[in-house]
């Protein structure tokens, strides 16, 4: 039996395109505006959201991968200083669900500038470097993938900003700041909390005006600052502890949160990296470092600090220069979802006195 075809002439032809080519052109404009347009929730309701994350992987992959050093100078460096020759995204995401974790928290731009996002404000980004690649928008799709929240960390200050000097100030640049955090909050979907560095500098824009900036894009999103004028919605705790959220105590070096009422839940942080000399600590360090890290018993005992006391706790890992988590990380963290998902009793000399010995300084 001979099927019956239609034809359609030129002129409606077109006309059926345009029209295809509108409708998927407001669906992605609603999508991209979706979280701006979003109300903000109860207090209550977003503190327990976050509270509900308990663990997460914070990913340090930047200029300092390839330093060997915390800091690394942005000056006579451009994007192909960052010599990464792999990004497995999805591998960071299957550690972080196997370790029982429940979101990522991602360094987007650490001081020295270069950005892991498609930016159009600077040409020190990671598409112009040899990846080629928008590591953000591909952790975006591996953490839908495996069901995880995504958060993001941010320095403020940066030493490509009018007046900055390496190690000393991030200089100012309001309006470049204000069209980072744009981009950021309105192309990669709902990001959880941002963790902006104040260690040098709040970048020409105070903390208020930041959080204010914020809550344009996205007013479920909650800043946090990890020193300097407090702000913001959750408290970060760098190197920090499990505590009560108004026990400063487990703040670390946010000594400055102490008498500040804004907050609605709290963090802390500390690498997987355990102490040594040399190298790098939140990033990967070097390769004589690649058998060092933290005791699954340390991480899964802070783990239950954070839950008692209804923080959430994000533990740093670097990727390598292939961009892959360690092996050793992956199978301490794989030991650590083992001890949570089996609701494991730790033995009595994992009190905390026995493991001040891992306490990062």
């Known amino acids: 039996m001979l099927q019956r075809i239609a034809y359609i002439n030129t002129s409606d032809m077109k006309n059926i395109i345009m029209l295809v080519v509108s409708i998927f052109t407001l669906a992605a404009s609603t999508n991209s505006t979706a979280q701006s347009n979003a109300e903000r929730t109860d207090n209550n309701i977003r503190a327990q959201q976050i509270k509900d994350m308990k663990f997460g992987m914070f990913i340090c992959w930047s200029f300092s991968t390839f330093s060997g050093k915390e800091w690394t100078p942005t000056e006579g ?11 497995d995204t999805d591998q960071w995401c299957k550690v972080a669900k196997d370790a029982g974790m429940g979101y990522i928290l991602f360094l987007t731009k650490h001081h020295d500038g270069f950005c892991l996002w498609d930016t ?44 900055a000097e390496f190690s000393k100030s991030g200089g100012k640049n309001p309006e470049i700041k204000k069209a980072q955090l744009k981009e950021l909050l309105t192309n990669y979907g709902p990001i959880e909390y941002i963790w902006f560095d104040h260690a ?34 959750i408290r970060l705790g760098e190197l920090g502890k499990p505590s009560a ?8 070096y946010n000594k400055d949160a102490a008498g ?30 690649d058998n060092l890290c933290l005791p699954a018993e340390k991480i899964y005992h802070d783990y239950l600090g954070a839950v008692k006391f209804g923080n959430i706790f ?9 961009g892959r988590i360690r092996e050793i990380d992956a199978k301490t963290l794989k030991k650590v979802g083992e001890y949570i998902s089996t609701n494991y009793k730790l033995p009595e000399d994992w009190s905390e006195e026995s493991i001040k010995q891992y306490k990062i300084k």
């Open 120 to 163: 159009k404000t600077t040409e020190k980004k990671v598409t112009n470097s040899p990846i080629g690649i928008d590591v953000l928008k591909k952790l975006r799709k591996s953490c839908d993938k495996y069901g995880l929240k995504l958060a993001i960390y941010f320095s403020e200050g940066d030493w490509t900003f009018p007046g």
């Open 245 to 252: 959220i108004d026990d400063i105590s487990g703040a670390g």
């Open 200 to 233: 040098q500098g709040d970048g020409g824009l105070s903390h208020e005006e930041t959080d204010k900036w914020v809550a344009q894009f996205q007013p479920n999103c909650l800043p946090g600052y990890n020193h300097g004028t407090p702000a913001g919605g």
């Open 260 to 289: 500040y009422n804004g907050y609605i839940a709290a963090e802390f942080t500390y690498p997987i990296l355990s102490p040594h000399e040399g190298g790098a600590m939140w990033f990967y360090s070097l390769p004589e470092h």
């Open 314 to 322: 994000s533990l740093d890992v670097g990727p390598d220069y292939a």
């Open 77 to 87: 460096k451009d994007a192909s200083y960052f010599k990464a020759t792999g990004c």
